[in-house]
């Protein structure tokens, strides 16, 4: 068997820059025109998980020089049976925009997204910088200010979800777009591990999971992202929202779609997906 890997592991692409390149571009090119593309891994070494990190940072600067503006990160692949169906040893990272957010109220215009699934999260805002390289418990509890509960709609540029673990990772961790709740609450009025989350379609119950689905703990997912990001020298910082990882099953969404995720003591969230 494949030992597992870990999506931090090295931080030195063995992929040649002018496949990181090649690979930033189709995706790159992909989201411009609001078409799918075929997987990128032709263009990344075999297991270069540093390598499609390498990817994902170049699109990464190109958004920024064009004016995005990064507010947190995204945590993925929080799943135990996901990792070990990638033979992975940890979660995934990607950027959140600040042009990713879908107001309260707003409909989600469908063409906005190529293959747009929903699960629900939560979603942790920091007063307080996590800079230190090894991060205790105490210190992500003390930098969280509050916690919302979140839609993610993930999505990809890969045609047909035809998914590697680097074609997820160099695509910013299959982003698409987010939601928050508007109610803040402190830690204290959430037991994290043991919140039950169900996601509503239409008024019908599709999704169904709690926070010990996100890595035991979704504080575990977010002491996992603060030690990597002052590994790859882009510590959280305060303001930052990260996004826990899924505490149910991704359910595929169309125009029309009415969604609504409650979390056990962090109250709902909901949004519509229209044509426009």
């Given amino acids: 068997m494949t030992p597992p ?6 931080w030195k692409p ?16 992909s989201r411009s ?7 990128v891994r032709e263009f990344i070494a075999a297991g270069d998980v540093a390598g499609a990190y390498a990817v994902q940072e170049e699109n990464t600067r190109r958004w920024i020089g064009e004016g995005r503006r990064v507010v947190g ?21 990607g950027m959140l925009f600040s042009d990713m957010e879908v107001a309260p109220g707003e409909t989600v215009g469908i063409k906005r997204l190529l293959q747009p699934r929903v699960e629900g999260e939560l979603a942790f805002v920091l007063g307080g910088d996590l800079t230190t390289p090894d991060p205790t418990m105490a210190d992500v509890i003390r930098a969280v200010e509050f916690i919302l509960p979140a839609i993610e709609i993930v999505d990809s540029r890969i045609a047909d979800w035809d998914l590697q673990l680097v074609d997820t990772i160099a695509d910013n961790a299959s982003s698409g777009l987010y939601a928050l709740g ?3 609450k402190p830690l204290g009025k959430v037991d994290l591990e043991l ?5 509503e379609k239409n008024g019908e119950p599709v999704s169904f999971g709690a926070g ?7 504080l575990a997912a977010v002491r996992w992202l603060a030690q990597t990001m002052v590994t790859v020298g882009q510590p959280l910082s305060a303001g930052d929202i990260v996004l ?12 029309g779609d009415l969604v609504e995720v409650r979390i056990s003591g962090a109250g709902p969230v909901s949004l519509r997906f229209g044509q426009e």
Avoid at 5 to 10: E, F, I, K, Q
Avoid at 76 to 90: E, F, P
């Fill in 195 to 199: 919140c039950g989350m169900v996601l």
């Fill in 14 to 29: 063995v992929t040649s820059r002018e496949n990181i390149l090649a690979a930033a571009r189709r995706l790159y090119e």
């Fill in 182 to 184: 508007t109610e803040p």
């Fill in 73 to 93: 990160r995204k945590i993925g692949l929080t799943v135990r049976s996901v990792q070990q169906a990638l033979k992975i040893g940890s979660p995934d990272f």
């Fill in 244 to 255: 826990s990882g899924a505490l149910g099953p991704l359910v595929p969404v169309g125009a």
């Fill in 33 to 39: 025109e609001g078409r799918c593309c075929p997987p």
């Fill in 212 to 218: 010990l689905a996100c890595l035991g703990h979704p």
């Fill in 5 to 10: 890997v870990s999506v931090n592991a090295g």
